[in-house]
Each structure stands twice: as C-alpha cells, then as structure tokens.
C-alpha cells in the first residue's frame, strides 16, 4: 500500500464491512448496541506501548460484554482482553511498517462486531523510515538539538540535503510529533525565516536559480519563472518504510538526484491559524496548528525562498511536482501557508 493511500485511510474504520460479514454469518442473532470504536496514534515511534479502549458499543439488556483483539501482522491469532473495561495493552517493538488493530465485541446470543484502525511505525533519521536518499553517515554534516543535517554545495553554497526539524516552529507532518526527523517540519514564512540554526539562512530565490544553473538548467527568463529540468536531479528514489515515494514520469526522467539534494514528497500544508499555547504537546500531537491540513504527499516537495511578494502578506515558495520537470514558483499566505525549509550559508 503507498504512502499517500496510508494517509487517507489511517484512523478510518472497516466497521461497515465486518458488520456485511457477521450479518452474513449470523443473520438469526440480535445485535449489540451502538458503534464500537477505538482510538490509535496514526503515528508510532518504535517500543511504543499502546493501552487501546473501546468505546460506543453496549449489551442491550445490560449484560457484560467481552472484548478479543487482533494487532496484525505481529499477532497470529486474537486475545481475549483481561481488563474490566475491555482495554488491552500491546507493545508495538520495533519494525517499521504499518499495522492494523481490530477489536471484536461480542456477547452470548448476539451478533459480534468490530472495529479496525491502523496505526504506522516510524523512525527519523537516515537510518529510519526514509531510506534510499543517497546520504551516509560519513557525509558533511551538523548537529543540533540532537538532530544531524547533512549538507553539501552548490555554486558556492552549502544547502541541507534533509529537511529542517527545528521542534520551536512549524508543525510536524500530520501534527504527531514523531514524524518530525522524518518528513520535517512544515513552517509559516514568518516562522521559516527564523527556523534555521545560527550562520545558515533561509535561501533566497535568486539562491534557487544559482542551484538550478549549477545543475545545468539554463537562466530562466525572469526570476519568477520555472527552472528547467532540474527534478530528477533533485528528487532521490525516496522510499518510506520501503515503499516508494516519487512515482515514475516520463515528462521527469529517470530521477538521479545526482544534485545530492534528496527532495522528499511529504507536500504542503494549510496550517491555519496558531494556537494560543503554541507549546503543547499531548500524547505526542502539536497544538501548535490544531487546525492544519496536511496536502500533496507523495506529490509535491515545497520550500520557502526569503522572498517577499509585492504583497508583504505572501511570500514566494519554490516547488516540485511528481509529474512536471521543472522547479517552479509561486505565493503563499505568510502566515498560515506551511512548507518545509533547506537552509544554506555560505560555503567554508
């Protein structure tokens, strides 16, 4: 299953077809009351214990319900669960992948039911749940805040070849925390242009353009037009959690990122508006953008330039998209546009 599929699905539910299923099966039997539901992190990191709780559903004459549980592919069979309300722990280990947890209700002269949600595993860093980026650990590097950039130059410039993971700005992919070191953060230009580390800067557009002629795409017209045929170069065979990203076109070519630069497809966001405690952190989700919505992944890679339009109110963002070859422009909101960052400094 890709990633973007992943992402439309996670935290759905496969209730109505298991309850096809079971009717199917046990047409004769009354059925339980409500909707049973469970809630699961879209996102884990590895060794993660989960206490999952059903909820929604009840015996109709207010008998006891049993509860069995089902963590694929990690459990062979299901387990009744032992605690009063149904709940059941499970400790997760440490295989990157995603998992499907379903939970039976069920109870003596009824019709069982359940529900399904899925949950994925995910490690940042390059030895995580992206891989096949082209960077090793012998690479250039810093670190900070525990967190290593590698880099590497252009027309006399070092760029980062990962995305910016600076946890006092942006929101993480999806909101969830963990997913932070692996996708990046996703900035408003008013927080980009203060997100990277002491002596790199956000890269200018007139930066852009000197990396695209250092990759061989000829001056474009105006500073405001697409750089040719330069994606392949910058886009990696990225995989997440051993699926592949980028999709193959043939208006891009063979992807070689031979620029080093290792575009991700984690897309953009509509961050919304900032919360009033823009530092909360419950259960491993930022509350920094409540509202955010998270588009484009597997799709597109967006990063901020320093630039400001004409309108102070927008900033310019230079962007890939899977099936065009060009590096491309365009505006967005200062404040609640979310994008991820490259920073750049001069070359030592």
């Not at 590895?46 to 049993?66: A, C, F, I, K, R």
């Not at 990759?215 to 995989?239: F, R, T, W």
Request: hydrophobic share 35%; aromatic share 12%.
């Amino acid at each position: 299953m890709s990633f973007r599929k992943l992402t439309y699905i996670l935290l759905s539910s496969c209730i109505l077809l298991a309850s096809c299923k079971e009717e199917d099966e046990t047409a004769s039997y009354p059925t339980l009351s409500g909707t049973l539901s469970f809630d699961i992190p879209a996102f884990i990191a590895q060794n993660t214990d989960l206490t999952m709780t059903p909820q929604g559903v009840s015996h109709p004459e207010g008998g006891v319900l049993g509860y069995s549980w089902k963590v694929s592919p990690l459990m062979e069979k299901s387990d009744t669960s032992k605690m009063e309300n149904g709940a059941y722990n499970f400790n997760f280990k440490d295989s990157l992948g995603t998992y499907t947890v379903n939970c039976y209700a069920f109870a003596s002269g009824y019709s069982s039911t359940y529900a399904s949600r899925q949950t994925t595993m995910v490690k940042g860093g390059i030895d995580g749940s992206i891989t096949k980026h082209g960077i090793r650990k012998t690479d250039k590097k810093i670190t900070v805040n525990g967190i290593d950039y590698y880099y590497t130059t252009h027309a006399g410039l070092d760029w980062f070849r990962n995305n910016l993971a600076n946890p006092a700005y942006g929101a993480p992919f999806i909101n969830y925390e963990v997913t932070s070191n692996v996708f990046g953060r996703f900035y408003s230009y008013e927080e980009a242009v203060k997100a990277c580390p002491e002596g790199w800067r956000l890269p200018t557009n007139a930066d852009w353009i000197s990396l695209g002629k250092a990759l061989g795409s000829a001056e474009p017209s105006s500073s405001l037009d697409p750089i040719a045929n330069v994606a392949s170069k910058l886009m990696a065979d990225i995989e997440f959690n051993t699926e592949k990203m980028w999709t193959y076109w043939p208006k891009v070519g063979e992807i070689t990122n031979s620029s080093l630069m290792a575009f991700i497809p984690a897309g953009y966001a509509n961050l919304g508006s900032i919360s009033s405690d823009p530092d909360k952190i419950t259960d491993g989700i930022s509350g920094r953008y409540p509202t955010a919505a998270f588009i484009g992944v597997e799709e597109y890679s967006v990063f901020w330039t320093a630039d400001l339009s004409e309108d102070s109110n927008l900033a310019y963002y230079r962007f890939i998209f899977e099936q065009q070859p060009e590096l491309m422009l365009s505006r967005g909101d200062v404040k609640t546009f979310g994008a991820n960052v490259r920073c750049v400094r001069d070359a030592e």
